[in-house]
């Protein structure tokens, strides 16, 4: 989900880069004086678990995975201000010390992974709990759909974004069906890490789920949370089927949402053999945990193929413009 | 150097588990004094109240002339040097030598004073060479002694080290005791490192249970044999403190 | 993962790209991308620019130029990406070989492909010549808010702590014949994930008395706010300079 430089031209990005600042800021006055003194450094604890969680590659369905984005789950455990607040400083530092998602692109990244999926995370969180009876389970519950649907308006973010700013070349209707129907399977498994994460919170420490405060605590911690295995069970049953029915055709290594979309949709118009079935398809796209020398190889040939396909298509536009 | 006087100290946790028990016992200005006892004894909730980062229910606590409350609590926190028992938790920030002047920084010292007292800690035990470094790059023992510098460098009066030797190869151990004994403070060590205590205190206190079972001398405790087994502390093995001369 | 990420993307060094504070080489990368980002994407020679400027400046800094491709690796999904838009694409579309192509999937495909390209490039020359304090200490006099800067500070420094913590669970796991595969194969990493959150608050507790412990009173305590001299500014954005002469050139021409 991270977006690198050019995907969407600058002026709409200057208009997220705005809005971003002035949702961090807005974020950053209502925390006020409560931040600055205890929470600096559980915050910034935070942010490294969700920093760690994020390298946390989830199976899906057979042979396909996700990674978790956090958004969600940062504002059910800390309220959406400082959930927000730590997401950014997650995606912000992601950029400037991985070099992961653009510069320029900042602004977007902000708003659709730090901004979007906790206001989005903690809306939907707040409004089925006010529905469902005060339980232990339903928090779990409600943690669950709040996540899943925190990143389809994530992914609705983008291509929002996309029919604003977007180099074109591929028209909205296609983008939106890829994006969103990806994205709404990668929420389901967000979905389920968000709500055993906060199950898990909820047994030992339910005084950490900010989103659950109003629940009546749980007094016998010993016991085994079996609404929280009876929601996994339920919640996993019917997640797994739709999973296998749906995805499991499309057997692939690709963990990012982003690029899923690319594959699903080049499967479905190119012909089998398109150019990317090859060795990189199969790359550890985690770019963090790749080392060897495996990635020096793929890194020397996508850089080079890079440069070539440009080159190619460079002359091939001209040769159009001449004739 | 100052003294410290708890009466009556007694706490528990939020979730009802009770941690001290009426604790009594007395320090007199530059002792050196070791805490011993069993896991899950209390010491570390005991330490946590000598500057007040936890505030007990009952009991009061007199560091120097000063009876802890809210109104004294930054100028005790300023005379109470305190090292965690992990140093990750004590070593924060970015660079060792930004750590090291935290204290003296909150405590209002100007630039050329903070520059001077990251120094001379740093010096002091030994690892001048770190300050640039980031803290969670550093082997457990030289955390250890960065965490011991982020003390030094606000010259508290009166130092509570919570197992100060673990993570310590033999050699950094001896250092270790040599640096602490030539230090002008009060001192008080909780440590299961029986022969470091030896070695270091010359009076200690056994805590069980939240309740100080046993206030003397170091060597003659360590001597009792029944009274350790009766509170988990065993000598080890080959350790006998009845042939190690005084220091 | 490797063992400490939080500098995966450093390379030690003494250069002088190295020894440039960091606000300048931030300043000067967001004004080198947004030049990047604002040229047509048919001003081909633009782009051998940026490119020459980013080579100039790589080998400046002494980063070897292997070591520099290989961190570029993480633009590789969208390289990916970008390479599926001519087949997606919307009309004309143009015939080659057995594929229909799209012309304007074509061009935005290399759009996208040499700018995040050139961007990631410029952020990985950053990322590769700052030490993460010295960025830190340059975020705070862009002014960025002291609480981000500090939160930021608390996460690099603990991301080791956690990330190793985490890592030792799923090894652990893993020991005991833990092999995730399907969906309900999560269950165990997901509480781990649970564990390991309530394990960093706690931690976040206990640093926080430790901060506590040495007179902290909610303000952030700002280091030295020493002024950076015009000339250093000057130096640190030549690059960016050139990129904007170079923006502008491809408007113009
Ligand atoms: N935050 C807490 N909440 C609830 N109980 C706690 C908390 N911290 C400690 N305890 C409990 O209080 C008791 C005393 O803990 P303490 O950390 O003071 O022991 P200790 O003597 O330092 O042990 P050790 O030698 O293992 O460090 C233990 O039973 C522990 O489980
Ligand atoms: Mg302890």
Redesign the pocket.
């Known amino acids: 989900m991270h977006m690198p430089d050019g995907y969407i031209n600058l002026a709409t990005s200057a208009g997220a880069a705005v809005v971003a600042a002035g949702g961090v800021a807005t974020s950053l006055r209502n925390s006020g004086k409560e931040l600055a003194e205890r929470q600096v450094p559980l915050a910034g604890l935070t942010a490294a678990y969700v920093f760690a969680v994020q390298m946390l590659n989830f199976p899906v369905a057979a042979g396909t995975s996700g990674h978790l984005l956090g958004g969600a789950l940062a504002a059910i455990l800390l309220g959406p201000t400082l959930g927000a607040l730590v997401v950014t400083v997650v995606v912000v530092m992601q950029a400037l010390l991985f070099a992961d998602g653009g510069v320029s692109a900042l602004g977007l990244n902000v708003l659709n992974m730090a901004l979007v999926t906790p206001v989005v995370g903690w809306l939907v969180f707040r409004w089925l709990m006010k529905v469902l009876p005060a339980r232990t389970s339903s928090a779990v519950v409600s943690s669950m759909v709040a996540a899943a649907v925190s990143v389809v308006a994530s992914a609705t973010a983008f291509v929002i974004e996309y029919s604003l700013g977007g180099q074109g070349g591929v028209a909205v209707g296609t983008v939106l069906q890829a994006m969103v129907g990806v994205h709404a399977l990668i929420g389901l498994g967000e979905g389920l890490i968000t709500a055993l994460t906060v199950g898990t919170v909820l047994a030992v420490r339910p005084d950490l789920v900010k989103g659950a405060a109003d629940l009546p605590l749980v007094t016998d911690r010993t016991a085994p949370s079996r609404a929280t295995t009876v929601t996994f069970v339920v919640g996993g049953l019917v997640a797994a089927l739709v999973l296998v029915f749906v995805l499991a055709p499309i057997a692939s290594s690709a963990p990012d949402g982003l690029e899923k979309v690319a594959l699903d949709t080049g499967f479905s118009e190119a012909a089998t053999d398109h150019p990317v079935g090859g060795p990189l398809a199969d790359y550890g796209v985690s770019g963090v945990d790749s080392e060897r020398a495996g990635t020096v190889l793929a890194g020397t040939i996508g850089v080079a193929a890079t440069f070539a396909i440009g080159l190619a298509i460079a002359t091939l536009l001209r040769r159009r413009r001449a004739t | 150097m100052i003294g410290l006087k708890v009466t009556d100290l007694s706490f528990h ?1 939020p ?1 009802r ?1 009770q ?1 001290l028990n009426g604790i009594n016992f007395q320090i007199e200005p530059g002792e050196r004094v070791g805490l011993l ?1 069993p ?8 330490l946590l109240h000598l500057n007040g980062l936890l505030r007990a229910a009952e009991g009061t606590i007199q560091v120097g002339d000063l009876t802890l409350s809210d109104e004294v609590l930054s100028e005790v926190r300023r005379m109470v040097g305190f090292v965690f ?1 992990d140093p990750d938790d004590q070593l924060f920030m970015a660079t060792v030598a930004e750590d090291v002047a935290f204290g003296p920084r909150n405590f209002g010292f100007g630039q050329a004073e903070v520059d001077r007292r990251v120094e001379s800690a740093l010096e002091a035990v030994g690892e001048s060479d770190l300050a640039p470094r980031a803290p969670h790059h550093l082997s457990g023992g030289e955390r250890r002694k960065v965490a011991i510098a982020t003390v030094l460098s606000t010259d508290s009066a009166l130092l509570v080290l919570d197992e100060p030797t673990s993570n310590l190869d033999p050699a950094g151990r001896r250092e270790l005791v040599n640096l602490l004994a030539s230090l002008p403070a009060t001192l008080l060590v ?1 440590s ?1 490192d029986l022969p470091f205590v030896l070695e270091l205190c010359p009076r200690s206190l056994i805590i069980d249970q939240g309740r100080i079972v046993a206030d003397g001398e170091t060597r003659q405790l360590l001597l009792d044999r029944e009274l350790l087994a009766k509170h988990r502390l065993e000598l080890a093995y080959g350790f006998d403190p009845a042939n190690i001369a005084d220091r | 993962m490797s063992g400490s990420h939080a500098h995966a993307l450093h390379y030690h060094g003494h250069s002088p790209v190295h020894h440039l504070p960091a606000e300048t080489k931030l300043v000067g990368l967001l004004v080198f991308v947004l030049s990047v980002v604002s040229t047509p994407p048919t001003a081909i020679w633009a782009f051998c620019g940026y490119a020459l400027i980013l080579m100039i400046a790589l080998g400046l800094s002494e980063v070897p130029a292997r070591f520099f491709i290989t961190r570029m690796a993480i633009d590789l999904p969208f390289v990916l990406f970008a390479l599926l838009i001519p087949f997606v694409g919307v009309e004309p579309k143009i015939a080659i070989g057995p594929f229909a192509i799209s012309e304007p999937g074509l061009l935005s495909a290399w759009n996208i492909l040499v700018k995040a390209t050139l961007g990631a490039g410029a952020s990985v020359m950053l990322a590769a010549t700052t030490e993460v304090p010295d960025l830190l200490r340059g975020l705070q006099r862009l002014k960025v808010p002291v609480v981000l800067v500090a939160i930021a500070s608390f996460m690099i420094r603990y991301l080791d702590v956690v990330a190793g913590e985490f890592r030792r669970t799923r090894v652990a796991m893993a020991a005991r014949g833990h092999n995730p595969r399907t969906v309900f194969d999560a269950k165990p990493l997901a509480v781990a994930s649970g564990a390991l959150f309530i394990r960093s608050y706690e931690r976040g507790e206990r640093v926080h008395q430790a901060m506590l412990a040495r007179g902290y009173d909610g303000t952030w305590p700002s280091s030295g706010n020493e002024r950076i001299a015009a000339k250093t500014w000057i130096v640190g954005l030549t690059p960016a300079l050139f990129a904007v002469i170079v923006a502008i050139a491809a408007r113009l021409l």
Request: net charge neutral.
């Open positions: 946790y979730d588990t941690v006892g896991n899950g004894a209390g010491k570390t909730t005991l028992q909780v299961h």
